[in-house]
C-alpha cells in the first residue's frame, strides 16, 4: 500500500473514531488522546493529521456536507420533485439513524463554541435544498402556485432537525425513518395526497 493510501485511511480513521467521541461528548469534552487511544494510534498522529481539535471537528462537519452529493443527485433525478425531496428525506433519517460520523456533525453544528464556516451552517444549506425541489414542484404543478415556498421550507427543515432531536433525547433514534414519513402525512404531502 502506497505511503499517501495509507495516511488516507489513517486521516478517515481518525475522522470516525473523533465522531463517536464528539457525539458522545461534545466538542468541550472530547479530549484528542481519546480519539488516539480508540486506534491505538499516538496523540502525535492525531496532531500529524489534524493540528487542532478545531480542524478536526470541521473534517467530521465537512464530511457532514459531503455525504449527501450522491443523494441529493439521485433525489433530483425524481421525475417529480416532491417525491425526490420526500427520498431525500427518508435517506436523511436513515444516515442520521445509522451514522455516527452524520450525528456528531450535527451535534457540532448544534454547539455555539464551535466556529463553523459560514457555508457549513447547520440550517442554510438545507433550506437551500428544500426551497430548491418545492420551488420545482411548483413550477410542475405538484403543488399550488403562490405557496409559500420559504415557509414551507423552514416548517420542513425545522420539523426534521425537532424529530431527529427528540429521537435522540427519548432513544427511539430507529423510529426517527417512520417520523418522517409521518411528517409528510401530517403535512398533506405524502404520496397519497399529492
Known amino acids: 500500500m502506497k505511503k499517501a493510501d495509507r495516511?488516507?485511511?489513517t486521516?478517515?480513521?481518525?475522522i470516525e473514531s473523533a465522531a463517536i467521541e464528539f457525539e458522545q461528548h461534545g466538542y468541550a469534552g472530547t479530549v484528542l488522546s481519546n480519539v488516539s487511544d480508540r486506534l491505538g494510534l499516538t496523540k502525535g498522529t492525531v496532531y500529524f493529521h489534524f493540528?487542532?481539535?478545531a480542524l478536526l471537528a470541521g473534517s467530521v462537519i465537512e464530511h457532514y456536507w459531503t455525504a449527501w452529493d450522491d443523494d441529493l443527485e439521485q433525489a433530483r433525478q425524481s421525475p417529480d420533485s416532491l417525491g425526490g425531496l420526500r427520498s431525500l428525506s427518508r435517506k436523511v433519517a436513515e444516515r442520521y439513524r445509522d451514522d455516527v460520523t452524520i450525528r456528531a456533525a450535527v451535534r457540532l453544528m448544534r454547539e455555539r463554541n464551535v466556529d463553523v464556516p459560514s457555508n457549513y451552517l447547520p440550517f442554510i444549506g438545507w433550506l437551500n435544498i428544500v426551497e430548491e425541489f418545492l420551488s420545482k414542484a411548483?413550477?410542475?404543478r405538484e403543488l399550488p402556485e403562490g405557496l409559500d415556498v420559504k415557509a414551507y421550507s423552514r416548517q420542513i427543515v425545522a420539523t426534521v432537525d425537532g424529530l431527529?432531536?427528540?429521537?435522540?433525547?427519548l432513544g427511539s433514534r430507529s423510529e426517527l425513518p417512520a417520523m418522517v414519513e409521518e411528517m409528510w402525512r401530517v403535512y398533506g404531502l405524502d404520496e397519497k395526497n399529492t
Do not use: F
Open 51 to 53: 493540528p487542532t481539535k
Open 7 to 9: 495516511r488516507e485511511l
Open 138 to 140: 411548483v413550477d410542475q
Open 11 to 14: 486521516r478517515s480513521a481518525l
Open 164 to 169: 431527529q432531536k427528540m429521537a435522540d433525547d
